[in-house]
Structure formats: structure tokens, C-alpha cells
């Protein structure tokens, strides 16, 4: 019985420290991405790559709530001078009416309302997820030696954005 339990032990052990780290999955993945990407990748050497931050739902749902009314109040502001623009033109007796000028300014007036209700659709289904805790991007720093112009190994730094499965959103130059 003992022998047993001492098996089940070594096997749950064994599968909790095979099961690779955040870290390893997107050290793994920043491989294949700069593999990819950068012409001169043969000498490429991982140094270490620290996850630094973790964006969740939440936040982000906040930071493009924020985003959108901003983005609101320009559009807004662009109605009221499209209309004063309007008004200027209908009531000047003395100039004729560009009609051309007219139906842009018009036009303007839609696609601005369009924009608006488009932001305030989002804004309602982002409500939902304001208190979200679920991790959506991780912020990592990742160090590197990757093959100069000349051949010789350089460090490099990158600042990497993650998703929540370890792909590579966007990398930053060297730091």
C-alpha cells in the first residue's frame, strides 16, 4: 500500500514539475518569433526572460473604456463645430451656398455619429467585464545574444507583450 501511494506521489510530482512555466512557454515562443523575423537569427541565445507585469481584463476593459469616452467627447466637439460651420453658411445671405462644402460638413456629421454609437455598443459590453481578474497580456522583459553586423554576439533587451497563451503580441526594440 505504501509503495503505491509513494508512486502516485512521484507521478502527481512528476507531472506538476514537468508542466512548463509561463516563462518558458514565451521564451519558447519569442524563439520562433524572432527566428521569423530577424534576417540574421542563426546566433541567437536566450538569456532569461522575466515576466514583469501581468494586464487583466479588467484593466484593460478600464483603459479602452477611457479610451472611448475620449475619443466621445472629440467627436462631439467635431458636431458642434460641423454645425456652427452650417449655420454659418445657411445664414450668409450674401455668399452663395456651396453645396459641395455643405454635404461634407454633413457627411462629417454622420460618420461622427456613427463613431459615437459605435464607442458607447463597445463601451456597454465592455462594462461587463470591468472587475474581470482573468489575466488577458503579460509584460516581459527578454535578453538575448543575437549576431551583429560584423558576426560578433551582441546583448540585446526587449520589451515583449504576451497574451494570456504566450503568443508574442509585439516586441520593442532594444532598450
Known sequence: MTRCALYILLFALFSVSCEKTHEERLEENISHYINHSITNSSGYQPMLTIIQDTITVGEFAEMTLLINENDILKYREEI??????????????????????LKSYKESLNNCDKSIKARQDQNNKLEELRHSKAVAFYVAQHRCRLKNGFGVLDENRFYIIASDKDEVLNVSDNY
Not at 83 to 99: A, G, H, P
Open 80 to 101: 458642434d463645430a460641423d454645425n456652427r460651420e452650417i449655420n454659418k453658411l445657411q445664414s450668409n445671405d450674401t455668399v452663395i451656398i456651396d453645396e459641395f462644402l
